[in-house]
């Protein structure tokens, strides 16, 4: 049996990503993530791993990509400024399908914001900060113990379909200190890269349907071009029109196509009732706290939580909407992921918005207060 | 001797290569080629990183592990690759636009770190895959699309930058003296540390147009009127120098190395990760 322990949420990703085989971070200091990179700093040695500190977000990006490219799990963390100033690079994961993980402890924004303060502002970023259509995968967590079990999904999914995956965060899950007990997750599957077989007809871009060839470490004698030109299966440069659209539809597919797989979500109280609240990361806790006084003035409240963000659990929010009168997204932000809710219910029942963005936490109050106004 | 490098280091099915006619990134792509040939280097073990510009499409046709990266970055992925697998020769190629203007934070770093690369940068003066606009290289008071009225930007001696930023190996050559070229990046990459080799280079399309430099032939020929090697500059008077420029080795010394130096502390913490 493990020990219950006291651990804080960014030292829980590290623990995750340790634990899921972490074996290289790059990165840049940048509050509220530093502790991240700090620990990294400390623990890598002692697993075989090697941490560095790059001259900047950019550089901390690129490191963690081309040492994905050696065969090496990797990683790094930031916060809003440095998450914008990634995303050229993100791209360059995303066309060239190199597995890596990025954290975003989301802080105030836009730009330096209030840079020890929560919120969720990046919800849009997180899917669409990089140029160009592109496949992605975010992950937020809502607990402690949470973001230990996200961050090995994390990787578990980078390396899966080879796509950059966004560990999304917010400062209060990043700071906020739990007791946790991670025995449950002891023998918690780790996906490993598969490696290729067939040297003389390696196709690191092979045309599978909503999948990936596996990746070849780089020095392991298959000596193939990896590119953030649009590129056909060898990787190498291609003007084709033709050859670009396929390359385009099954980065968009083995995403889109597999969410049976990726999607992650946790339901409470959803057989029916008044209110239905859609929350995720740390907003999800207020909203726990908030369905037990409304429930105590007989308003049946049921909360869906979103683990995946991005790609949006649609299915199942189609399943549990019709059960309710009204809908309330609920984030710190002025209202993103609302976006993709009201997209998904199209009108079809009211969808509200419960919205804080000046850098204060939801209260569980401030929620009961809005659901109450609305009656 | 070059089809016998092409035939065994080139991807065939690459070439032709998108250069105009009369480009030198040619004869610096099969300098390096030919270093990496006679330094009997396994080919599965060399890593080629470029960046984007002209230059940087060389990584494309090359047959070792090639990395086609985001503008000026090339040396942060290569930083990556090292750290990560030391036991790849990894080499950077670059232009002055990629690596002195976008990139320049990138290098300088590199620099100060003193990580195993060779770093291969092809100075023709200006952004010629855009089509000709002034980069930090390009001289003052010459013309390019974006300065049409005279560049009045000062000439950065990157070399300088480099022995400045704390880079360990730095060299100067030319397309014209290419068997001078093809010894230093040879030593470049035997170097332990941070290497360094301008390559300096010609673009007769928009560089050269645009300033009356004449045909490919005039300007590799200026190349060779102008290079005054490191052996010989010393001993010119400053009038006699004026226009011209030095090649040759310029800095070659030994400092702590960036793998090396993590590996030490690996060791001092007496952690045995294999």
Known sequence: ?375 | MASELVERYFRKETLPNIWCPGCSNGIVTTAIVRAIDNLGLDQNKVCIVSGIGCSARASGYLDFNTLHTTHGRAIAFATGIKFANPDLTVIVITGDGDNAAIGGNHFIHACRRNIDLTVVMYNNHIYGMTGGQHSPTTPRFDRATTAPYGNIDRYFDICKLAIGAGATYVARGTAYHVQQLTKLIERGISHKGFSFIEALSICPTYYGRKNKKGTPADMLKWLKDHAVDIKQGSKMDPEEFHDKFIIGELLNIDEPEFVEEYQKILNNLKVNYK
């Open chain 1, 1 to 375: 049996m493990m020990p219950t322990v006291l651990m804080q949420g960014n030292e829980a990703v590290v623990e995750g990503a340790i634990n899921a085989g972490l074996k290289f971070y790059a990165g840049y200091p940048i509050t509220p993530s530093t502790e991240i990179a700090e620990l990294c700093a400390e623990k890598l040695p002692f697993v075989g791993g090697k941490f560095i500190q790059m001259e900047d977000e950019i550089a901390s990006m690129a490191a963690v990509i081309g040492a994905s490219l050696t065969g090496l799990k990797a990683m790094t963390a930031t916060s809003g400024p440095g998450f914008s100033l990634k995303q050229e690079n993100i791209g360059f994961a995303a066309m060239a399908e190199i597995p890596c993980v990025i954290v975003d402890v989301q802080r105030m924004g836009p730009s330096t914001g209030m840079p020890t303060s929560p919120a969720q502002g990046d919800v849009m970023q997180s899917r669409w900060g990089t140029h160009g259509d592109h496949p992605i995968i975010v992950l937020s967590p809502s607990s402690v113990k949470e973001a230990y079990y996200i961050t090995i999904q994390a990787f578990n999914l980078s390396e899966k379909y080879r796509t950059p995956v966004i560990l999304l965060m917010d400062e209060v899950i990043g700071h906020l200190r739990e007791a946790v007990n991670l025995d449950e997750y002891k023998d918690v599957e780790i996906f490993e890269r598969p490696m290729p077989q067939d040297k003389e007809n390696y196709l690191p871009y092979q045309y599978i349907e909503n999948g990936v060839a596996p990746l070849a470490p780089f020095g392991k004698g298959f000596r193939f071009h990896v590119t953030g030109l649009a590129h056909n299966e060898k990787g190498l440069p291609t003007n084709d029109p033709k050859v670009t659209e396929k390359l385009i539809k099954r980065l968009i597919g083995k995403i889109e196509n597999n969410k049976k797989d990726i999607v992650m979500f946790e339901e409470k109280d959803t057989e029916g009732g008044d209110i239905l609240l859609i929350s995720f990361g740390s907003s999800a806790r207020a909203c726990e706290a908030a369905m037990q006084e409304l429930k105590k003035e007989g308003i049946k409240v049921g909360l869906f939580k979103p683990i995946t963000i991005w790609p949006f659990p649609d299915k199942k929010l189609r399943e549990i909407y019709p059960r309710f009168k009204k809908v309330f997204v609920v984030e710190m932000n002025t209202g993103q992921l609302y976006y993709e809710v009201d997209r998904i219910i199209k009108g079809n029942t009211y969808v509200g918005k419960i919205n804080k963005f000046n850098g204060e936490f939801f209260t569980p109050f401030d929620i009961v207060e809005k659901i109450k106004e609305s009656f």
